[in-house]
């Protein structure tokens, strides 16, 4: 069968017809190689010198080489010494390994361009998978994305879901101004950046007319581009989310007014007509000042922020990369546009900076799951439990969306009749060229043939899809009618192959049975077709550990990954016409799942594992320090008093509650430590959790450091001191280093309000928790949330954070966590560009270089535990 393939192969790209001699018979599979063909392989690459010890000494095949490792080379019995063997003997087994799984080709692709700009975040892909173990490149065909006919619900849905966002925003902003802080109560908070710059009164206009300008350049994008739908549908469901989360923030804690200027006094809209009527404008005119809307109270955080940021990654990732000078002025209106708003003391610097940053994150996390199918993977049902909406919205998209530009409905009609003409023009020029199709047949150069006709089929499909009159004379028919059948003799020579050449996803159970005796897997016939009824579809479905229990399992897998796809096909008939109005209802197709040709183990990497340890405690400890400057430029708490907060206002204050959440943290801390040093993998664990706190704690330096809130409590002794000199204030960070900030051990902090390191201790906790234990340990993941819950409820209760402060603590570890894991866990799926990843995700793409896979949760004791043991055993035993 095999050489009847091979045959058959060699006559179509030679240009012969099966009855020409074929001189040179094709090279065996590397699989089928015998020891005599390993020694040939290894002269031809002027290694003669390892054949006695590859082929004589340890009797080393073509299967043996599949399964190598570079270990293999350096350990016993082949035991190579110098660095320069191994390295050239690995580098060409490697090459071997690659080419036997099919979906590895030439080494070079200069041809192939990325058609996303490299400013945009999600840009992280190339056209081609780059495995960092892997030296060679894979030539995927094109994937091909086309558009669901449910696609259009799904965008329908989310305009909904984004209409009802904002008109909730806009109730919340009539709410939140009625409930404004006076401004002789409560005077504008210290800030880093309002204290320090003078207030430009233009300058929020300018930074409206900025969001009008770039709202104007996304829209017209959106005209041209020609998955409009896909895209629309994205923006309103993450401006949706966005939107409602600020809706929440501003509802739970009132922020003082920022500058006398603003003259901000609540408002109290008694009849339900003046409540409408106030609605309705914020509503219609969606806050802009320039319409004449003046809000006060909604600043946590910033909308227009959100607006400048969403519409920027916008236009940025829906636009080539030609369209350079278009990226540039996008990213300056959004940095220039967020400097105004703080220009002109419309908000706070801690508004403008957790805006900016968790819009940019949901935008990079939502595309780069996306883009990736990730939704695909059976190992990771993350995305289903925490984002609903995403694998909704999401679930038939498998690749990144191309952006391919298209005339409008409206220019189209203009143009519609000149393609119509072009398209007949050239339907009877290609029928003209009948006789010299046939005269081709007849010369045998049948892949001559079937490039004519594919690339008259692909020309005249273009001009059919650039074409959407609605009187279009052109019959789908007739482009299928171009299909003209090959010769006699290519037939002929087709029949010759079994039913074995089509498909294998085709193959009944009966096909399966005939490869598996093919291929002398005899034992495994009455398993997979008789018990378990394994047709072609499941069968190239098969995973590795799903067949361990088999006799040549080994040799089972390889054959089977030799019937994986290489590529996705494009088919150009498979776009099928509406026959009501014409337009092409396209799809999205799969693409194949691509895993390494390499065996790789997850490696523990220690110094990485130490690495983010120093970088925690670095973090930390820089955290600690900022902690001893915000005490210092505490709000005076005679002159500030406690801000508004929804919760704090009506629960009244517990003074033993705090004390209760650091002893719940202490056990969840301490149930954590145990988990991880039982996992095998502990130190995959310990570095997962080293960089996300290290994350964390950055991020709440940065937003402690930008704006102060008052203490949160009217029972306090707290207040601002100066500290004597830096050696003071380094003693002072060091004690609350030391102590972690918990008032057990005797640290006393103030004004590190926003945002709760209590919250994210135990947020991260109740995580780790439960992603490195088994499912069927239902009781300790329910006591680990419900500690984490009755942490934070007792921080409130305490009134020690405002509600913003767990609110944003409880929002950004859990969804670090959550993106952090989702990314690790799919790392087959990241076909990603490694410099893109480095600038934008430079721990992740660092610390999980190597982790391929999900972790899975086996458990053993710490090897210092059995060195223990076994000294105690000597010294037991000595005596």
Request: glycine letters at 2%; aromatic letters at 12%; a positive charge.
């Amino acid at each position: 069968m095999m050489n009847e393939s091979n045959t058959l192969t060699t006559t179509i790209f030679t240009g012969n017809s099966n009855h020409d001699i074929i001189k040179d018979p094709p090279t065996p599979s590397v699989i089928s190689w015998t020891t005599d063909d390993v020694a040939k392989w290894l002269a031809s690459l002027n290694l003669s010198k390892f054949i006695d010890k590859f082929c004589t000494e340890n009797g080393i095949d073509g299967l043996t080489l599949l399964l190598m490792k570079e270990d293999d080379l350096k350990q016993s019995p082949l035991s190579i010494k110098r660095l320069c063997d191994i390295k050239k003997l690995w580098y060409h087994i490697r090459l071997l390994q690659c080419k036997h799984n099919d979906f590895y080709s030439n080494f070079d692709n200069e041809t192939a361009k990325h058609n996303h700009s490299s400013l945009s975040p999600t840009h992280l892909l190339e056209t081609n998978f780059h495995n960092t173990q892997c030296s060679c490149h894979i030539n995927k065909e094109k994937t091909v994305f086309k558009t669901l006919k449910g696609e259009k619900r799904k965008t329908f849905a989310s305009f909904i879901y984004a209409l009802i966002i904002g008109i909730w925003t806009s109730f919340i902003m009539v709410v939140v101004h009625n409930r404004v802080p006076n401004v002789q109560k409560y005077p504008p908070l210290p800030d880093l950046f309002l204290d320090n710059i003078p207030r430009i009164s233009w300058a929020f206009a300018v930074s409206e007319f900025l969001i009008v300008v770039m709202g104007t350049a996304f829209l017209l994008i959106l005209m041209f581009h020609k998955y409009w739908i896909v895209i629309l549908r994205r923006f309103f469901a993450l401006g949706g989310t966005i939107f409602f989360l600020r809706s929440i923030t501003m509802l739970v804690t009132s922020l003082s007014v920022p500058g006398p200027h603003l003259e901000c006094i609540p408002e109290q809209y008694g009849t339900t007509r003046e409540i409408f009527s106030r609605w309705l404008q914020i509503f219609i005119f969606q806050g802009l000042s320039i319409h004449g809307i003046r809000s006060c109270g909604d600043y946590m955080f910033s909308g227009h922020t959100v607006m400048l940021t969403l519409l920027n990654h916008c236009i940025t990732e829906y636009t080539t990369s030609d369209f350079y000078v278009i990226h540039l002025l996008s990213w300056f209106c959004n940095i220039f546009g967020m400097i105004l708003i703080l220009a002109a003391h419309e908000h706070y610097s801690i508004d403008v900076f957790i805006a900016f940053f968790l819009t940019s994150r949901l935008f990079l996390y939502y595309h780069s799951l996306a883009n990736n199918a990730v939704l695909h993977s059976v190992s990771d049902n993350r995305l289903s439990i925490w984002f609903p909406m995403f694998s909704y919205f999401e679930k038939n998209i498998q690749c990144m969306v191309p952006n391919v530009l298209r005339i409008p409905w409206p220019l189209s009609l203009i143009y519609s009749n000149t393609d119509d003409q072009e398209a007949t023009n050239s339907i009877a020029e290609f029928n003209n060229d009948k006789s010299n199709r046939q005269h081709i047949r007849q010369s045998g150069d049948i892949l001559i043939e079937t490039n004519v006709i594919m690339e008259k089929k692909i020309e005249l499909s273009e001009i059919m899809l650039n074409s959407t009159s609605t009187n279009n004379s052109i019959e789908y028919s007739k482009i299928l009618q171009l299909s003209v059948p090959l010769s006699k003799t290519t037939t002929t020579t087709i029949n010759i192959n079994s039913s074995l050449t089509s498909n294998p996803s085709t193959w009944t159970i009966n096909q399966v049975e005939e490869w598996l005796k093919k291929n002398n897997f005899n034992d495994c016939i009455d398993i997979l077709c008789h018990q378990y009824k394994i047709d072609g579809k499941r069968l190239i479905n098969l995973k590795q550990n799903e067949i361990l229990s088999l006799r040549k399992n080994k040799q089972l897998w390889l054959q089977i990954k030799t019937l994986k796809p290489k590529s996705t096909i494009i088919q150009l008939d498979s776009s099928i016409i509406n026959s009501q109005n014409n337009i092409i209802s396209n799809q999205i197709e799969d693409q194949p799942i691509i895993n390494c040709c390499f065996i790789t183990s997850i490696r523990s990497d220690r110094k990485k594992t130490l690495l983010a340890f120093l970088l925690a405690l670095m973090t930390i400890f820089f955290c600690s320090f900022i902690i001893t400057i915000v005490d210092e430029r505490l709000p005076d708490p005679k002159n500030f008093p406690p801000l508004p907060d929804l919760i704090l206002d009506n629960l009244k204050q517990i003074t033993w509650a705090f004390s209760i959440t650091e002893k719940l943290i202490l056990i969840e801390m301490t149930t954590l430590i145990i988990v991880i040093l039982l996992h095998r993998h502990r130190m995959i664990i310990l570095r997962r959790l080293f960089t996300i706190t290290s994350a964390l704690y950055f991020l709440r330096s940065l937003t402690m450091i930008l704006t102060s809130l008052p203490v949160a409590t009217k029972i306090t002794d707290c207040e601002p001191k100066k500290l004597i000199n830096f050696d003071a204030r380094l003693r002072k960070a060091t004690m609350i280093f030391l102590g972690q900030g918990l008032s057990s051990f005797g640290v006393k902090t103030c004004g590190d309000y926003l945002y709760s390191g209590h919250t994210c201790t135990l947020v991260l906790a109740a995580h780790f928790i439960n992603e490195y234990t088994p499912r069927s340990y239902h009781l300790l993941h329910f006591l680990s949330w419900i500690s984490a819950l009755t942490g934070m409820f007792f921080i409130l209760a305490g009134h020690q954070h405002y509600s913003i402060d767990i609110l944003i603590a409880w929002v950004l570890s859990s969804r670090l966590f959550i993106y952090y894991h989702t990314l690790a866990n799919n790392r087959t799926f990241l076909q990603r560009d490694t410099n893109r990843m480095r600038i934008w995700f430079p721990l992740f793409s660092y610390f999980e270089e190597n982790v391929k896979t999900a972790i899975p949760n086996e458990y053993c004791l710490p090897s210092f535990i059995y060195e223990a043991q076994i000294l105690v055993m000597n010294a037991a035993h000595e005596s």
